[in-house]
């Protein structure tokens, strides 16, 4: 995810507009640069491809004085990483411009826009911003006037901030599916798209809701909505204590970036749900013309994202209507394997720098796929630069070498991606509305089963002393019934293993006492009742069932069952949701064992050999 810091204040801006890059650096990004206007009314421009140090090496050497300027780290979406792509862009050396988000127009308005003798000097999306402005600025005379007159002609998804060299002494910014946030000083007011970035200059911040326009100078901060009426949004002082780097009121990081998926999946999110329908046409050049050619899917993967890419067959041959296959890439790797027509290949991998992964992806491109794609945690990778299309999911660092939030926001990653396919073959409008729906709501679902935490690490006293355990799961959510069993071996050393519940009968019965406790996850759909008859194969057998349950599934606990009921969840995003118990348990037993839960012994965070 892009990041952004602006500032206007009486002192040199330039040393915090760094600062607040670098706390930004986690999301992800390729580029950075940074525009100021000094004292004579000069803008002064410093762009680097590459990491923040790039551009703080630049700055030590030609420092950028004065006292407004903005700052952004890119991750490239419309144009290469170079940096001419980079931002801040300018618009006839008066207007610059960053900007998050993708402008579903830009086309047009670049056409538009050269017709009326404007130059683009970069590839991007949001250069078309800048220009526009400019445009507009020579009708109103006014900048916020000039930026809400050319919003109004953008579509898609921004969170940008403008400036103009003329006027030093305000910036205005405007948001829609993007989101901002003012920080509030004295004497001095500041801009970011988190307020993790503004940490060091101020605690008190107003978040701009969306359609909200703002102008912002040194002593005051103005907010309109999106008709353009002056509107007043609430300051608020921050009480989080610690940032992206730090475990905060953890313990562990591996329980900070549990309780973090709500937001991470936000932020995988963020930009591509327009209205009620998918947009990922920012995933490479030509993709949204390609993904109306696929008629099958080939994912490849390891570990847990090998356990996304099996939930993500369910959703392409129910949703889509497409054949999919997923396979172990080390699998993958030594067999010959038949390619359908019209064929994507897909790769998942947290770091993109998996080694059997990126071999398989290599293997591909000579295999004859249509195109390969890669979901992605970390912009700049192996995978991402040799794909030929990238759909990052935006987690944000995880450094628990058990991977939590990487894993579910592949899964909702995945599930756009499924829906911008099945548009174009059996998917009908009416159900991606319905996906969309479910998208939005599930952040706030998954804060819910968080705090049933104190239960889980209550039912997770039991496992204390276990050597063996067995997770069941139907339908899409037998992978997720793996995902678990991983987890718990991973950090616990308690061995597990998962199986498609009407399995049971096939073998695994035979290992049923009541020393082997049976993990279950039991949503209300389709299947319920067929579970429910697995489960009573377990009790006959003197096993103990511990069972994350829909509360409307007629589920209680009793002799030989325990039940933590859940709230309902629509089926389609069951996955994502049931995923979260499941990791609360596994770190909640390891805990308890004394294992090193952040670093399990034996592994490693980036498989990088093979």
Not at 475 to 480: M, T
Not at 573 to 585: D, E, G, I, R, S
Request: glycine share 8%; charged share 25%.
């Amino acid at each position: 995810m892009c990041g952004i810091v602006g500032a206007v204040a009486q002192r040199d801006v330039a040393p915090i507009l760094l600062e607040g890059l670098r706390r930004l650096e986690y999301r992800g990004y390729d580029s950075a640069g940074m525009a100021v206007i000094d004292d004579n009314g000069q803008m002064l421009r410093t762009r680097r491809l590459g990491k923040v140090a790039e551009l703080a090496e630049a700055l030590d050497q030609d420092f950028l004085p004065g006292g407004t300027g903005i700052a952004h780290t890119r991750w490239a979406t419309h144009g290469e990483p170079s940096e001419r792509n980079a931002h801040p862009h300018v618009s006839s050396d008066d207007i610059a411009v960053v900007h998050n988000g993708i402008i579903e127009n830009h086309e047009s308005l670049r056409v538009f826009l050269e017709q009326e003798g404007y130059t683009f000097e970069s590839d991007t999306d949001t250069e078309v911003i800048a220009h526009l402005v400019h445009h507009e600025l020579k009708k109103t005379g006014d900048l916020l006037k000039a930026l809400q007159q050319a919003v109004g002609q953008l579509e898609g998804a921004y969170g940008t901030v403008v400036m103009d060299q003329r006027d030093p002494s305000r910036l205005v910014t405007a948001r829609s599916g993007s989101p901002l946030v003012i920080g509030l000083g004295i004497g001095e007011n500041f801009i970011g798209s988190d307020q993790l970035a503004l940490f060091p200059v101020t605690r008190r911040f107003m978040f701009l809701e969306e359609g909200d326009f703002a102008e912002v100078t040194r002593d005051h901060v103005r907010v309109f909505n999106s008709a353009g009426e002056p509107v007043e949004r609430e300051a608020q002082d921050s009480n989080v204590e610690h940032d992206a780097g730090d475990k905060g009121q953890y313990r562990h990081y591996m329980m900070k970036e549990i309780h973090e998926q709500s937001d991470a999946i936000s932020s995988t999110l963020e930009g591509r749900l327009v209205s009620d329908h998918v947009n990922l046409d920012a995933m490479g050049a030509g993709s949204a013309e390609l993904l109306k050619d696929v008629r099958a899917v080939q994912i490849v993967a390891c570990g847990t994202s090998y356990h996304a890419g099996m939930v993500a067959r369910y959703w392409f041959e129910e949703l889509a209507g497409i054949p999919c296959r997923v396979e172990i890439a080390s699998e993958f790797r030594y067999r010959k394997s038949f390619v359908p027509q019209n064929s994507l290949f897909i790769t998942l991998s947290q770091s993109g720098e998996t080694a059997d992964t990126l071999a398989a992806l290599r293997l591909a491109k000579e295999q004859g796929y249509m195109a390969s794609l890669s979901i992605c945690n970390v912009p700049g990778s192996s995978m991402v630069r040799e794909s030929d299309m990238a759909l990052m999911t935006r987690a944000g660092a995880e450094i628990g070498v058990a991977s939590t939030k990487a894993f579910t926001t592949q899964l909702a990653a995945l599930l756009m991606l499924v829906t911008a396919i099945g548009r174009h073959n059996s998917m009908t409008t009416e159900q991606e509305k319905e996906v969309v729906k479910a998208l939005r709501e599930l952040p706030h679902a998954i804060n819910d089963v968080l705090a049933l935490s104190d239960d889980i690490e209550t039912m997770a006293e039991a496992f204390s002393e276990k050597h063996h355990s067995l997770f069941l799961g139907r339908g899409n959510l037998y992978p997720i019934a793996m995902e678990g069993a991983l987890k718990l071996k991973e950090i616990s050393y308690i061995h597990a293993e998962a199986y498609a519940a009407g399995e049971l009968k096939h073998g695994p019965l035979a290992l049923i006492d009541n020393d082997m406790p049976v993990i279950v996850v039991a949503p209300n759909n389709d299947l319920l009742e067929k579970l429910k008859s697995n489960m009573e194969e377990v009790r006959a057998r003197g096993g103990q069932l511990y069972v994350f349950a829909d509360k409307n599934a007629g589920m209680e606990s009793g002799e030989g069952v325990e039940v933590l009921p859940v709230r309902s969840i629509p089926d389609v995003v069951a996955p994502l949701f049931y995923t979260v118990p499941l990791q609360l348990l596994s770190y909640h037993v390891a805990v308890i064992k004394g294992t090193d839960v952040d670093q399990p012994r034996n592994l490693a965070k980036s498989v990088t050999v093979e």
